[in-house]
């Protein structure tokens, strides 16, 4: 963006549209979670058992976009709802930093640090694109830019499944080896993108794991009028957000 804006003389106004990037400056990440496979004693499988029946670790993380994990909570059994595992990363000292958000999928509520798309709403990628149409309102132009966004939290999970294939399967370590083993991949991770290493898939597609999204009324925390406020003060948020999108995006288009 840098670059564009070099080398075209480009506006603020031209970049954002160029790159489908808002002037919204609070996005620092993407946050998701992935199913690892693991190996584990007969009688305590069912815990593990994740809703496509198979034995795993539901393991969440969280990116900046630099392909980067910033945060990394493994170890949870295949059965755990992913905003329960949220929950209990922020209780353990998950921070947002204030005025910024992460993006998090349709299966999570809307807050001030953790923003999600609008349901029923048309946003995934390709969807746009088998469309072949430009939003026709705000709440289409925010979801098509959320999973810009959200792309790359899909891409860094699928480049690290691929980097490290012992985690496409089930090992006979320790269960507390095999999380940590998660853990560490992670770690090297960072270190090969620090060091400038490269990245080992192009694309990625079809590495993406289907989203579920979760059934009942899940919340980050216990308390039912603390999580309405939150929901209430995030939808404000998320509308606040797509409108002045729109509203620039609306006067781009008219000059």
């Not at 694309?203 to 603390?226: A, R």
């Amino acid at each position: 963006m840098f670059i564009y804006t070099l080398a075209h003389n480009a506006s603020n106004r031209d970049v954002q549209e160029r790159f489908e990037h808002s002037a919204e400056t609070g996005c620092v990440g993407a946050i998701d979670v992935t199913h690892i496979p693991i190996m584990i004693s007969l009688d305590k499988q069912d815990p593990y058992r994740n809703r496509k029946q198979r034995l795993s670790q539901n393991v969440m993380v969280a990116c900046d976009f630099d392909l980067r994990f910033v945060y990394v909570r493994a170890g949870w059994e295949g059965s755990a709802s992913d905003a329960r595992i949220l929950q209990h990363s922020i209780k353990q000292g998950f921070e947002v930093p204030r005025g910024k958000y992460y993006l998090v999928d349709a299966g999570y509520a809307n807050t001030l640090n953790f923003i999600a798309p609008y349901k029923g709403v048309r946003y995934h990628l390709q969807e746009q694109g088998r469309a072949q149409s430009r939003p026709s309102n705000y709440k289409e132009l925010f979801n098509l830019r959320y999973a810009s966004l959200r792309n790359h939290v899909e891409r860094i999970i699928s480049i690290f499944k691929i980097r490290f294939l012992i985690l496409k399967v089930a090992t006979f370590h320790p269960i507390d080896s095999q999380t940590g083993i998660v853990v560490a991949a992670y770690m090297f991770h960072n270190f090969i993108c620090i060091h400038n290493g490269t990245y080992v898939v192009e694309d990625f597609d079809n590495e993406v794991e289907e989203t579920i999204v979760p059934n009942g009324d899940e919340s980050y925390g216990e308390d039912v009028d603390t999580m309405n406020s939150e929901r209430n003060t995030g939808a404000r948020k998320i509308d606040e957000i797509a409108m002045q999108m729109w509203s620039d995006y609306c006067s781009y288009r008219r000059d």
